[in-house]
């Protein structure tokens, strides 16, 4: 248990709403899910395939028609002919993460991930014996991972390399350009698979989305991670899916049967409804995150000694606070006790996350402005 990390999101979360509980305001920027509903019709199919009769165990992997939707929704977005033998659906996308490393990691091997970044890939390498092996990301590179850097981290153990576009926690999106880099150093590395967490995959503010899946010969050992929790505003329903070559499929279901036998089928029905319905108001929710980036950007770039890259995906920025003197962990308390703004110390992502801040611009405009307000007069007095 000792090699198991943790996500503090939680942890901060539960420190404001008992800031809260005793009168405090506190603005949220935490946290990262949609401030939004789930669309009605999604809903509405839920509700619908309840009083159906889903409300029993499915096959592990997925129901038929549902691996059969997911498969053509990911073929037509990545542009890989995925067959429903490839999709593993998941209660939330976070068991794919955990039951591919499972399935393929073994003591020793090396995992390359983005640090900063998600907290669990370190995590879930460490606990099944691993070698978690950080790709610092760096603030004059835009955060972005590069070809020739990579290259040196590669060793005869390397098994695994994991890739975020968009990044969580820095928002940076990787264009062909850098994954072309990325594909010449592994393209003939054949022991090494590819976990592609394209959960944000939805929320891109300029340009299409690329996936590493795409190269040539990459589908045959990438994993896809992809699922409804951000883009449809599902965080709750915990809904995700994978698509993976057929045999490693069969073996993540394997793990799948020993852990939570399968994915609520209900939920896999509003999967089915979400991902073959109008795409319209996910549409009005990406362009409403990309109106409170801009409000966000323009509101932290006027704060003095702030650094900011700007994002280009997901709903996070991450300024440098590394000129005001107080670390990330003093800095995130500082602005939940000092200022009501609950965000995340840079280092919640990995040790390199230190000298910076995320915040979460999942919350309203309105919310927003107040919360640069706030931020702009505490970091004054610092
Ligand atoms: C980068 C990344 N991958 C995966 C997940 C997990 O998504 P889910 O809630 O569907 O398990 C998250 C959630 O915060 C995330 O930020």
């Known amino acids: 248990m000792s090699r198991l990390g943790t996500e503090t999101a939680f942890e901060v979360l539960a420190r404001a709403r008992a800031l809260e509980a005793s009168g405090r305001e506190i603005i949220h920027l935490e946290i990262g899910e949609p401030d939004f509903d789930t669309p009605e019709f999604i809903r509405k199919a839920a509700q619908k395939a309840m009083d159906a009769g889903f409300t029993h ?11 059969k939707v997911v498969a053509d929704h990911l073929s037509k977005k990545i542009g890989v002919p995925f067959k429903p033998e490839n999709i593993v659906i998941t209660p939330g996308a976070k068991p794919i993460m955990f039951l591919s490393i499972l399935a393929l990691i073994e003591t020793g091997n090396e995992v390359i991930y983005p640090n900063p970044g998600f ?4 995590s879930a390498v460490n606990f099944v014996g691993g070698k978690a092996v950080p790709y610092p990301l760096e603030e004059q590179n835009g955060f972005r991972m590069e070809g020739e850097r990579l290259k040196k981290l590669l060793t005869n153990k390397t098994r695994m390399l994991i890739l975020n ?6 928002g940076t999106v990787l264009g062909k350009k850098e994954l072309e880099g990325i594909f010449e150093v592994i ?8 976990l592609s967490d394209e959960i944000y995959s939805r929320g891109l503010y300029s340009g299409t989305h690329i996936s590493i899946a795409s190269f040539p010969g990459m589908a045959e050992r990438t994993i896809v991670l992809d699922g409804m929790s951000k883009a449809y505003a599902m965080t709750g329903w915990r809904l ?7 045999a490693l499929a069969q073996a993540v279901t394997k793990l799948a049967i020993n852990d939570f036998s399968c994915t609520s089928g209900f939920g896999q029905k ?4 979400a991902l073959s319905g109008p795409q319209d108001e996910v549409d009005k929710m990406v362009a409403e995150f990309k109106a409170r980036r801009d409000l966000i950007v323009s509101g932290l770039k006027q704060i003095p000694r702030l650094s900011i890259t700007e994002p280009q995906g997901a709903f996070y920025v991450f300024p440098s ?12 308390d500082y602005l939940l006790e000092g200022a009501g703004v609950a965000c995340l110390s840079g280092t919640a ?3 390199f996350g230190e000298g910076y801040i995320r915040f979460s611009y999942a919350n309203s405009q309105e919310n927003i402005c107040r919360a640069l307000e706030k931020i702009k007069t505490a970091l004054e007095k610092v």
């Open 240 to 246: 995700g899916f994978g698509a993976m070559p057929d």
């Open 349 to 351: 992502f990995g040790r």
């Open 321 to 332: 606070i590394k000129k005001f003197g107080k670390s990330s962990r003093e800095m995130a």
């Open 187 to 194: 393209k003939n590395r054949e022991d090494i698979w590819v």
């Open 165 to 170: 576009s968009p990044h969580n926690p820095t």
């Open 57 to 67: 165990y499915t096959p592990a992997a997925g129901l038929p028609e549902v691996r």
């Open 270 to 273: 509003a999967i089915e409804a």
């Open 119 to 122: 907290p669990i890939y370190e």
